[in-house]
């Protein structure tokens, strides 16, 4: 039986008029509008005293049906009257330590849920969710009398029910939690509900009850129920758990709301300027100011002193289309002083819990500063109730499915619950799941990324590209050896600013795999279990797929993402030294009588560059391409181009500079794709590792400097190679 369930002979006579903490009394006076306060006596009354008509709608019940038929006008409501009944009949003789019949605590929590819009299978299970756990009601009769949906939910919940949250939810019990709730977000519907409830009546409890009680609250269910969007139960779950950690905060808290609520609403005049402007638009919109909560005006309090008369609500615009939001925007920014650091579209972009809305800040012409919400009225019933207004996702024809043993496919599940089940089955270890999990609960902030093939990836504030391609990916990340962001080339290590593009690299060799600093960058659970669970126990077959190993060569010093490499790795072809080459040829001369040609080092020019030529000591020309730099200095300098031109002959010598990311074999697939082309090496020279980028550099014989491109063309389509580019290196003449 619950704890809230109790015999009425041992109820004391005091605990039959329950008193509340002040701070909770004055919190329930200023509950949110169209959410009442439940008259649990008045609901007691009507309970034990029962339906006089056959067929009629328990009088119990009508604030239940009322909510009901308010957004679902043709529901039929006689599934809701059975349970009832079932649920009345089951707790009878059982009492809250509040005093009141128990049958009123699944009506409360019934009603809460029917006024955020839940469907009727929701709120019949609802109403039976402690018939199982509580009384002699078994599964087995659920599923007879109401079929296997609502058997499904009350199962869920009575397995929620066995979840020990002492000691703020031991990770093992909490993790079967998730996977309870993971099966149908419905399950964790009704819980929120449910705990809703007995925080609003938790004044009965013991202090330090009360504390424990609000402290899981605080740790495992508010920030679930921001995951799952249900705003209008987080945000007075918050106030009502802040009313009770944190007591002399939120006294000060509702003092300071009480003397704005005194002096006037300053949003008000603003909220009739915006009434104007778009009526004389012509665009039809409802606006309203919307009250903070007591937490809101807190955390603005602490980061601000002086509070203005306006930080204590925010307007609500409210329109009928996708459309009238941007057009509601494009007015309120032409008529008043918008601020433009406060823009975000949420429409275009949904955050991770399916929250969708424009956000801005306009001033007015006192220079007060208002904060302005802007969406649609079925987007503003999804930012209230989240996945609670989505309905039933198992009646929609395709969707439908049988109620079977193991995960069910729901197609309103947000995604951050799909990672968190498969985290729960990749993590052995659950004191190491419980910490990822808290620390992913604990991030108040999100970012939106856009992905290269035009989606989106929502991600935690202080993110990094290695947390995208976990979150894009999933273990095939592992294989992840760079990326571009907003277009530029970036380590995996770069820390993702909200709106940015991400382009992720992927290896196609087998063997790559993430390196241990990749856990210094990575802020996700997800990323960070993966790659933990890959460096505790690699794929033992990537070792022997490449073959048998070569000598300490090409592959020895190119360094893997795993790889430490500390020194130099220069890699010579038989008939050329290391150093850096500069070669004296005869396919550029020149008309000075005596003179040699040489082709400068810095640019290496081909045929058909454009040339110029600077004489320098020892009888020699340097031929530079125009473009050069070199050939900027020269000329500041005063230094005269001499003219050189290019001789008949096709064949040519070019340094070329090959920016890689490390992985194994990648020196040996370069140097086939340029003995494809039929080129010659004459020497190459392969950097240490940085960040897991390699540079190389060839010096190459060309038959054709015509075929140049092409040769740059195929080593740059080489797996890992995001660049090849002539040798630009810093000239000494």
Not at 372 to 380: A, N
Not at 389 to 401: F, K, M, R, S, V
Not at 447 to 473: E, K, M, N, W
Not at 606 to 631: I, K, N, Q, Y
Request: charge should be negative.
């Amino acid at each position: 039986m619950s704890a809230e369930a109790t015999n009425p002979n041992g109820v004391s006579p005091e605990l039959r008029q329950p008193v509340q903490p002040a701070a909770l009394q004055r919190n329930a006076q200023v509950r949110r509008r169209g959410r009442p306060r439940i008259d649990l006596r008045r609901l007691g009354k009507a309970a034990l005293l029962g339906s006089t008509t056959r067929g009629r709608t328990p009088d119990a019940i009508a604030h239940v049906a009322e909510a009901h038929r308010a957004h679902h006008p043709e529901a039929d409501l006689t599934i809701l009257s059975r349970a009832y009944v079932l649920a009345e009949s089951s707790h009878r003789g059982q009492m809250r330590k509040s005093g009141e019949p128990y049958i009123t605590h699944p009506l409360a929590v019934t009603l809460i849920l029917a006024e955020l819009g839940a469907e009727t299978t929701t709120l019949t299970a609802s109403l039976l969710h402690d018939t199982v756990e509580d009384t002699d009601v078994t599964l087995d009769q659920v599923r007879e009398q109401f079929g296997d949906e609502v058997c499904f939910l009350v199962d869920g919940v009575t397995k929620l029910e066995k979840v020990d949250y002492g000691a703020a939810a031991e990770p093992e019990t909490f993790r079967k939690m998730l996977v309870a709730t993971g099966n149908d977000v419905r399950v964790m519907s009704i819980k929120l509900a449910d705990r809703l409830h007995n925080m609003r009546t938790l004044g009965v409890m013991r202090p330090e009850k009360q504390v424990r009680i609000a402290k899981v609250t605080h740790d495992v269910l508010i920030p679930l129920a921001e995951r799952l969007g249900v705003q209008a139960l987080k945000t007075e779950l918050e106030d009502l758990v802040f009313a009770i950690l944190q007591p002399d905060d939120y006294a000060r808290t509702r003092a300071l709301i009480d003397d704005n609520g005194a002096q006037g609403d300053p949003l008000a005049p603003i909220a009739d300027s915006v009434r104007g402007v778009l009526k004389d638009a012509g665009i039809t919109a409802e606006v309203v100011i919307r009250p903070r909560h007591s937490v809101s005006v807190h955390r603005i309090s602490r980061k601000r002193d002086d509070l203005r008369g306006t930080d204590f609500g925010r307007l609500l615009v409210l329109v009928a289309e996708d459309a009238d939001c941007y057009a509601v925007l494009g007015e309120l920014h032409t008529c008043f002083t918008p601020v433009i650091s406060e823009f975000k579209d949420f429409i275009a972009s949904p955050k991770f819990n399916l929250y969708q809305s424009l956000h801005t800040a306009v001033a007015g012409g006192d220079g007060a500063v208002a904060e302005v919400l802007i969406r649609t009225h079925q987007m503003h019933k999804v930012a209230e109730a989240g996945v609670v207004a989505l309905g039933n996702p198992y009646a929609q024809p395709d969707a439908a499915e049988s109620v079977t043993e193991g995960e069910r496919v729901d197609p309103t599940r947000p995604g951050w619950l799909s990672r968190l089940l498969e985290w729960q089955e990749s993590t052995p270890d659950p004191d190491a799941f419980w910490s990822s999990l808290r620390a992913d609960l604990a991030q108040d902030r999100e970012i939106t990324v856009f992905r290269s093939d035009g989606g989106t990836l929502g991600l935690p504030a202080g993110a990094s590209c290695v947390d995208a391609a976990y979150a894009q990916y999933g273990e095939a990340a592992h294989a992840c050896i760079g990326a571009r962001v907003n277009g530029r080339l970036a380590t995996l290590s770069t820390v993702l600013r909200d709106g940015d593009s991400v382009q992720l690299l992927l290896a196609h060799d087998a063997a790559s795999g993430p390196s241990p600093d990749w856990l210094d960058h990575a802020r996700t659970p997800a990323a960070r279990i993966a790659i933990a669970g890959w460096l505790a126990d690699p794929d033992p077959d990537t070792a022997h797929d490449a073959g048998p190993q070569k000598d300490a060569g090409p592959e020895g010093a190119e360094a893997s993402g795993r790889q430490e490499e500390s020194t130099p790795a220069p890699v010579a072809a038989p008939e050329a030294a290391q150093e850096a080459p500069r070669p004296l040829v005869e396919n550029a001369v020149t008309d000075l009588p005596d003179v040699s040609v040489r082709l400068a080092g810095c640019c290496t020019p081909v045929p058909p560059d454009r040339v110029l030529g600077f004489a320098v000591r020892g009888g020699v020309v340097t031929v530079h391409r125009e473009g050069c730099s070199a050939v900027t200095r020269m000329r500041s300098l005063g230094r005269e181009p001499v003219a050189v031109r290019w001789q008949d002959t096709a064949d040519c010598r070019v340094t070329l500079v090959a920016e890689s990311f490390g992985r194994p074999h990648l020196l040996a697939d370069l140097t086939e794709a340029i003995a494809t082309a039929g080129v010659e090496v004459v020497s190459a020279t392969v950097e240490p590792p940085t960040e897991q980028r390699v540079r190389h550099t060839y010096t190459l014989q060309l038959p054709d400097a015509a075929e140049l491109p092409a040769l740059m063309r195929s080593m740059r389509e080489v797996p890992g190679v995001y660049d090849v580019s002539r040798a630009q290196h810093p000239a000494s003449t």
